[in-house]
């Protein structure tokens, strides 16, 4: 299983951007890196996916280098509905990936603060 | 649609009661997860299932059974309940084959107390 790291939390101020890293030195060829969000009493939501490159949607950006050992979630101007916990995780066992993806870890917990 | 939907929301259960948890999901999903998340702790998957009739074993699996009789719903079983099971649990689905992505929905959770 591809093991991730990320810092267990992070302050930032409203309309910051907010970049949080996660690494994966072992992730496989197959793999894809998927971050979620979780906000108390509330399951996790799904963020942003990719495998390569830059990836970015209406709520966030992705970037990874070519090496793929590490990943960074880039969050735009955050607000305080933005504070919740982010996971990174590493996996695709549909086509030959590990089983990472199913590991959600401790995750990161974002303060935004006004 | 609904997604994944879970019963009950809550509930309180003296130590050696049994109970099972229902997840819907009427997205026509796969694969279906089981989760519980402790205080501080992220998600740690329990069981899981790759289609109607399977079940597999995920990281903590002990004291607990499940079953996919139907696609769209699996159910989470306690067959004697310990104070260690107080959680919230997390039921979540996925396409699973035939797609790569392969992302997870997850439902709003059930808390469980265990006296």
């Known amino acids: 299983l591809a093991k991730t790291t990320q810092p267990i939390s992070m302050d930032s101020y409203e309309g910051q951007e907010v970049n949080i890293t996660c690494s994966h030195n072992?992730?496989?060829?197959?793999?894809?890196i998927t971050w979620y969000q979780q906000f108390p009493s509330q399951g996790p939501r799904f963020i942003i996916q990719?495998?390569?490159t830059k990836v970015t949607n209406e709520v966030a950006s992705l970037f990874i280098p070519a090496d793929r050992k590490s990943s960074t979630l880039s969050l735009p101007r955050v607000s305080l509905s933005d504070t919740a916990v982010y996971y990174c995780?590493?996996?695709?066992?549909?086509?030959?990936?590990?089983?990472?993806?199913?590991?959600f870890g401790k995750g990161t917990k974002l303060s935004v603060k006004p | 649609n609904a997604g994944v939907t879970q019963t009950p929301k809550f509930r309180v259960l003296k130590t050696g009661q049994s109970m099972t948890l229902l997840c819907a999901q009427d997205?026509?999903?796969?694969?279906m997860y089981w989760y519980r998340q402790d205080p501080g702790m992220g998600l740690r998957l329990i069981h899981y299932?790759?289609?109607?009739?399977?079940?597999a074993k995920g990281e903590v699996p002990d004291g607990y059974n499940v079953s996919r009789l139907k696609k769209q719903n699996f159910l989470l079983g306690l067959e004697s309940a310990a104070p260690s099971q107080t959680s919230v649990y997390f039921c979540?689905?996925?396409?699973?084959?035939?797609?790569?992505?392969?992302?997870?929905?997850f439902g709003p959770g059930t808390r469980l107390t265990v006296l």
């Open positions: 979540a689905s996925s396409y699973g084959e035939g797609n790569q992505e392969d992302t997870q929905y």
């Open positions: 995780l590493v996996g695709a066992p549909n086509y030959g990936g590990s089983q990472g993806n199913l590991i």
């Open positions: 072992n992730i496989a060829t197959n793999d894809y």
């Open positions: 997205m026509n999903h796969e694969y």
């Open positions: 990719g495998y390569k």
């Open positions: 299932s790759v289609g109607e009739g399977t079940t």
